[in-house]
């Protein structure tokens, strides 16, 4: 099974602990991969494996999350979004075995396909902020002033300028 499906199956197990309890849990996993029919018992092994050390990982995700999402706090995520950024987050921060850029991808694509309209970019935007380390200050952001670019003008003489048909005489100021 390849490691996508792998993580779609880790997604899905993870969506599913927001609406059941521990106990409860045990039993939806194993129901689960009854459902998934032939399963090489290696590629279940390690999803579960991953699962389990997510799970362990939870509140640290969490705080994660909740530093770098100004103004989206996890209890006000979708659960969609939430569960594909935690499991994106935990590839990123303690699996070394998953580069940041796959993380991000590969969360990205299972927000779209659960989660809303927007749910792509909103993954996108918070582990972006994540992988780069900044962390939104709370302030609004400074606006940049616009520039503006200027056309100067210059006449180098007055030769170049155009004649007119009455010159005007400088005045000559008399004292007399």
Known sequence: MRRSEQREHIFKLLFMTQFNSE???SDQVSMYFETLGELEEKDQEAMQAKYQKILE????????????????????MSRVDLTALRLAVYEMKFDEDVPVGVAINEAVELAKMFGGDDSGSF?????????????DSGEAPKRRRQTHQAKIIIRSSKKDAPKSETKAEPEENSDN
């Open 57 to 76: 990982k939870l509140d640290e995700i969490d705080q994660i999350l909740n530093d770098y999402s100004r103004g989206w706090k996890t209890s006000r």
């Open 123 to 135: 993954v996108n935007g918070i582990l972006g902020k994540i992988a780069s380390g900044k962390k």
């Open 23 to 25: 106990d409860e849990m």
